[in-house]
C-alpha cells in the first residue's frame, strides 16, 4: 500500500479560511483585552513589630474573584461565568462590597499565611472599592489583610487558591530592596526574613522577572502581540523578520531601562495611544508595500522606544528590589524576547511554513490580516483617546 506524502495546501482559499479563523479567534481575545484581562494581583507585605503583625495590602481584580474566572483563562471572556463578572463591574462599590462581605470567609479561608512554618489566621482588615466608571478599564480593588505577628518569628510565607488567579507578592523596605516574585498555580513564596529583609538571589530575581516578562506578552500584551504580528505579516521570511525584532528589541530595552531608572516618563495617556498608533502605521505599510522598505528597521525602532515605556509602566507597578535591578531588568526583557518569539513561532507554525512561499501568500494572507491588524489598532487608538 502506497501513501502520498503530506504536502502543504495549494488550494490559496483553504490558507483564506484558517486566516479568517485564527483572526476571528484574535478578535475574541483583544476586542476586551483592556477590561477584561486577567493581570496578576499585586501584594505589598510590611511586618510592625511595634503592632504585633503582618499587613498584606492587595490590589485586586475582585470582580474576577467573586464571579469564579478560572485562572487558566487568558481573558474573562472566555470563562463561562463572564456574564456575572460583567454584571459585578456595573456595581456600585457599596453593593460591590456586599458581595464581597457575603463571599469574605471563604476568600479568606483561601490564604495560607505561615510564620516560621506555622499557618496563622488572616483577617480582612479594611476594603476599598472605587466607584465603576470606565467600564472599559479593570477596576482595581484594594484590601488590607493582617495576622498576629508574635516578637520571635523570624520568617513568612503565604500562598493563596489558585482560582484566586496569580499574584505579584513583595516585601520591600524603604530602600526599595526586598523580596518579588510572581506566584501561580497556587505556588507558595520563599520564606521571608522578617526584619532586615534579606534580598532574593540574583538568579532568584532573575528567573520570577523572566516570567514576568513573558506573562506580560503572552497572554496580557494584546497591542504588543498584535504589534509582532504586523511585523511578521510582511516578513515571513527569517532574515528581514530577525532584522526588525533586533531593533524593536535594542529600541525598548533602552527606554525600559530609562523608565525604571526615572530619566524618562510620560504619562499612559500619551503613550497607549501612540502604541496603538504604532501598530496601524506597521499594518498600513504593509498593505501599501509588497517588500521591506529600507527605513522600516528604524522606523520599527523607534515604536520600540514607545512600546519600552509601556514595559516601563507595567514594570513600575510590579516594582522591583533595587539591589537586583540588573537582574529584574534583563529577566524581565528575556521574558518579553521569549513572548514575542512565541507569537513569532505561532504565525510561522500556522502560515510561514505552509504559505510564505506561495505566490498567493500576499494577497491572500498579508493584506487580510494587515487589514485586520490596522482596524484593530485603529479601534485602540480611538478608545484611549476620545472613546
Known amino acids: ?94 453593593e460591590l462590597t456586599a458581595r464581597f462581605r457575603a463571599f469574605e470567609a471563604e476568600f479568606l479561608s483561601g490564604l495560607d499565611a505561615r510564620l516560621d512554618g506555622a499557618s496563622v489566621a ?134 525600559l531601562a530609562m523608565g525604571m531608572l526615572g530619566w524618562v516618563s510620560i504619562p499612559g495617556s500619551i503613550v497607549e495611544p501612540l502604541i496603538a498608533a504604532s501598530i496601524v502605521y506597521v499594518a498600513v505599510e504593509n498593505i501599501a508595500r509588497p517588500t521591506l522598505s529600507p527605513w522600516r528597521p528604524a522606523i520599527v525602532f523607534g515604536f520600540g522606544l514607545l512600546h519600552g515605556l509601556g514595559f516601563a509602566g507595567v514594570l513600575t507597578e510590579f516594582g522591583m528590589p533595587e539591589g537586583q535591578f540588573i537582574a529584574g531588568l534583563i529577566g524581565f526583557n528575556i521574558g518579553v524576547e521569549l513572548g514575542q518569539l512565541a507569537v513569532i513561532a505561532a504565525c510561522f507554525a500556522a502560515f510561514g511554513y505552509w504559505f510564505g512561499t506561495k505566490s498567493w501568500y500576499r494577497p491572500a494572507i498579508v493584506i487580510p490580516g494587515s487589514l485586520f491588524v490596522a482596524i484593530v489598532g485603529a479601534y485602540w487608538f480611538l478608545e484611549r483617546t476620545v472613546l
Request: hydrophobic share 45%.
Open 1 to 94: 500500500m502506497h501513501f502520498a506524502p503530506i504536502r502543504p495546501s495549494q488550494d490559496p482559499w483553504h490558507a483564506v479560511r484558517n486566516l479568517m479563523i485564527c483572526l476571528f479567534l484574535m478578535l475574541a481575545v483583544t476586542s476586551g483585552a483592556r477590561a477584561h484581562e486577567l493581570a496578576p494581583a499585586v501584594g505589598d507585605l510590611t511586618f510592625d513589630r511595634e503592632a504585633g503583625e503582618v499587613q498584606l495590602a492587595l490590589r485586586v481584580n475582585l470582580e474576577a474573584i467573586l464571579a469564579g474566572i478560572e485562572p487558566e483563562h487568558d481573558n474573562t471572556d472566555d470563562s463561562a461565568n463572564a456574564g456575572e463578572y460583567d454584571d459585578l463591574r456595573n456595581l456600585s462599590p457599596a
Open 122 to 255: 488572616t483577617a480582612l482588615s479594611e476594603i476599598n472599592i472605587p466607584e465603576a466608571g470606565d467600564i472599559e478599564l479593570v477596576r482595581s480593588s484594594q484590601l488590607v489583610l493582617t495576622a498576629p505577628m508574635p516578637d520571635a518569628a523570624k520568617t513568612y510565607s503565604f500562598s493563596w487558591d489558585r482560582n484566586f488567579g496569580e499574584i505579584v507578592l513583595r516585601a520591600l523596605d524603604a530602600e526599595r530592596e526586598g523580596y518579588v516574585a510572581l506566584l501561580a498555580n497556587g505556588n507558595r513564596s520563599d520564606d521571608i526574613v522578617i526584619g532586615g529583609l534579606t534580598p532574593v538571589s540574583g538568579w532568584a530575581t532573575f528567573f520570577n522577572y523572566i516570567a514576568i516578562g513573558f506573562d506580560h506578552i503572552v497572554p496580557l500584551g494584546a497591542d504588543h502581540i498584535l504589534f509582532v504580528v504586523g511585523l511578521f505579516l510582511l516578513s515571513a521570511r527569517l532574515r528581514p523578520l530577525l532584522a526588525q525584532v533586533t531593533a524593536f528589541t535594542l529600541a525598548h530595552t533602552v527606554t
